[in-house]
């Protein structure tokens, strides 16, 4: 869906001019960020990745921009280098399929680097905001050492670019089980998560991207109710061709579920949702659409398949329905 919101301000100023009466109207129009409302395709960005619009996150008493959460998601991450290689080339075709935001993997606990393709980012960062596209910068950390799980989430948080620009947010990836003692990566977890939290401005975005919570097994007693009270946005890994769910209605369905239960277990109906899906290479056309539909129906945020380079073009169509979300 796509949307675009305007406020009009008329202003009336009556005035004497050589004694006679003189009406002039002065208009003026501004584009208001509501809610993903307007198009980042209709004005590129020259404010570095700030912040504009505040809304209310899912952390309870806390707000952020959720503007980098909203729309047609797509994801980046280090096992394909493609991007990497064509970084201009790569948001130039995020364009044209009306993407809204990028979520690109600046780094894991097993790399050597904290900002592993730093001059690629920067590329990416740089062309994405100035044809409007949100970037948003992910991490995936061990619970091992947690100093420079901490290191590296803020060095894409403080990351910037060759213009000066800025990740619009960032999101930590909870998946990794080298931590095997469940109430010890839970009491990781959530110290990391607290500290990042710590350290960002009150507005700045935080997504948690979570475990499937319906029917993923790796992660028992998941916190997810207090994650949902650190990070404004909580993503539920919703790969269904992983759980070889076949079928539009089976998709649609699987998708509903882990909404709701996500929203359950968070023990807050209105929870910020932005729904990761696919994969990609084996979600077909009707599932698709299916999934769309899905996550438009249960309010969510946005959504997208996981990843960019093995997406097609069909599919780019099926997911349209989310760009602009809002």
Not at 170 to 187: G, I, Q, S
Not at 310 to 315: A, G
Request: with cysteine; glycine share 10%; proline share 5%.
């Amino acid at each position: 869906m796509r949307t675009t919101r305007r406020i009009r301000v008329p202003v009336w100023l009556s005035f004497r001019i050589g004694g006679n009466i003189c009406l002039a109207l002065l208009l003026s129009a501004a584009l208001v960020l509501a809610g993903g409302g307007v198009s980042a395709h209709d004005r590129s960005r020259d404010d570095g990745g700030d912040a504009v619009t505040i809304r209310p996150g899912a952390g309870r008493g806390r707000w952020a921009e959720l503007r980098p959460f909203r729309g047609l998601g797509t994801w980046v991450d280090l096992w394909n280098r493609g991007p990497y290689r064509r970084p201009g080339g790569v948001i130039r075709d995020m364009d044209r399929y009306r993407v809204d935001t990028l979520f690109i993997e600046t780094s894991k606990y097993n790399f050597d680097k904290d900002i592993v393709y730093p001059e690629a980012v920067g590329e990416m960062l740089d062309v994405a905001h100035k044809r409007g596209i949100n970037v948003v910068a992910w991490y995936l950390p061990s619970f091992v050492d947690m100093d420079k799980d901490f290191r590296r989430a803020r060095a894409a948080i403080t990351f910037r670019s060759p213009d000066g620009r800025r990740f619009d947010g960032f999101a930590l990836d909870m998946e990794e089980v080298v931590t095997h003692d469940t109430d010890l990566r839970n009491a990781r977890a959530l110290r990391l998560s607290r500290r990042i939290k710590r350290s960002v401005p009150r507005r700045y975005a935080l997504g948690g991207i979570v475990p499937d919570p319906v029917n993923q097994l790796y992660w028992p007693q998941f916190p997810y109710k207090r994650m949902g009270e650190i990070y404004d946005v909580l993503m539920p890994m919703t790969y269904w061709s992983y759980r070889e769910v076949d079928g539009a209605d089976r998709v649609r369905r699987l998708v509903s579920r882990n909404i709701r239960a996500l929203r359950r277990k968070a023990r807050n109906p209105t929870l910020r949702v932005h729904v990761p899906g696919g994969l990609a290479l084996r979600a077909y056309g009707r599932e698709v659409s299916a999934f769309a539909r899905a996550v438009k129906k249960r309010n969510a945020l946005g959504g997208g398949l996981y990843d960019f380079p093995l997406t097609r073009r069909t599919q780019w169509e099926r997911l349209g329905r989310l760009s602009r979300l809002g």
